[in-house]
């Protein structure tokens, strides 16, 4: 998956807005105006950091070497997902999804009801 790839995953996501907040360079995307992932596509390799589960974030960290606990981040809540083929792109879209729907939850349930899960069953894992 290339930094173009998951930055069309996470626009599409429902609610989600770009931003530069940490400065040029630095893609911010948040929902509801928290953050649920942050790239840094000019970094070689380039890598994005998304919030997850912590017990699922162990268990990606022990199953793919380019997973890592979070750069700058809470390390038990955001993993950072190097883009250099080492990781499955259909496990970086679940990851990405994981992401937005872990900042969803914990939105006020009036904020929740105006944005749509962007999978089937609400949860991706």
Known sequence: MTPDDVDHLARTLPGTAMEHSFGPGVNVYKVAGKVFAIM???DEPPRV??????ALALELRAQFPGVIP???TNKRHWNTVSLDGSVPGEEID?????????VVRGLPKAVRAKLTSPSDGGTTR
């Open 40 to 42: 840094v596509p000019s």
């Open 49 to 54: 950091t998304l919030k997850c589960d912590p």
């Open 94 to 102: 679940d990851m990405v999804r994981h992401s937005w729907e872990q």
């Open 70 to 72: 979070g750069y700058h």
